[in-house]
């Protein structure tokens, strides 16, 4: 059974600040990694997508992967109030599947 | 950008009736579609994958009679809950990759149906 591990939280982080999520999966053969911002009662919006090792940035979003440790993040940089959400950690499991992680509620407070 | 469709968005039906959702790519075309079912503070179960032309592929626990999915096209996918129940009550969100063009395993999401079963 393939899993995805994210830390449920809730994870608060100031205004301004640097919000960072965590990640972890089990299927060393995983090529491709998502991450979701899914706000309440909303579906899941992609905000990045990263296939390969190191760094991938978008404005003020970060993804990082390394495979060798199974991990995956991303970094918010100067938090804002409208990113707080539901951050769903994806990876595929071939065919175009995605195995989802749990989510991590993420609130920036002002 | 790739804009995926659900209609309705939300649905009321009382106990033992069937209730149809539709999901649709409006601007690319899906060879493949999936169903995502997402319960209260739950994340996304994968249910099924819809293919255009041929039958649905169900995950394990998932009852392919109760949940009847038809690919009509390449631009809509259907999902009957059928002789539904409250414990069906749900987030049901459909997804899709282009079948063209984009990164091959980007899935672009509809907005959701919230069922409720009385």
């Known amino acids: 059974q393939k899993e995805v591990e994210q830390n449920s939280g809730p994870l608060s982080v100031p205004e301004g600040a640097i919000a960072s999520l965590n990640c972890t999966y089990s299927d060393r053969g995983s090529q491709s990694f998502f991450w979701y911002r899914q706000y309440s009662g909303k579906s899941p919006e992609l905000i990045m997508s990263i296939y390969s090792n190191g760094d991938k940035e978008d404005g003020r979003f970060t993804a990082q992967l390394n495979k060798a440790s199974q991990y995956v993040s991303l970094l918010i940089r100067d938090s804002q109030p409208s990113d707080s959400a539901t951050y769903l950690c994806a990876v595929n499991e071939g065919a175009q599947k995605l195995v989802f992680g749990q989510g991590t509620r993420l609130t920036i407070n002002p | 950008g790739a804009v995926v469709s659900q209609h309705p968005s939300w649905v009321i039906c009382k106990s033992g009736t069937s209730v149809k959702i539709e999901c649709r790519s409006l601007?690319?075309?899906?060879?493949?579609m999936f169903w995502y079912r997402q319960f209260p503070k739950q994340s996304l179960m994968l249910m099924a994958t819809?293919?255009?032309?041929?039958?649905?592929?169900?995950e394990q626990g998932v009852e392919k009679d109760k949940f009847l999915i038809n690919h009509a096209s390449l631009t809509l996918s259907t999902l009957t809950v059928t002789s539904a129940h409250p414990e069906d009550s749900s987030f049901y969100i459909c997804?899709?990759?282009?079948?063209?063009?984009?990164?091959?395993?980007?899935?672009?999401f509809g907005p959701g149906t919230r069922l409720t079963v009385l």
């Open positions: 819809s293919n255009e032309g041929s039958k649905a592929t169900y």
């Open positions: 997804s899709a990759p282009p079948a063209f063009g984009g990164s091959y395993n980007e899935q672009f």
């Open positions: 601007d690319f075309q899906a060879t493949t």
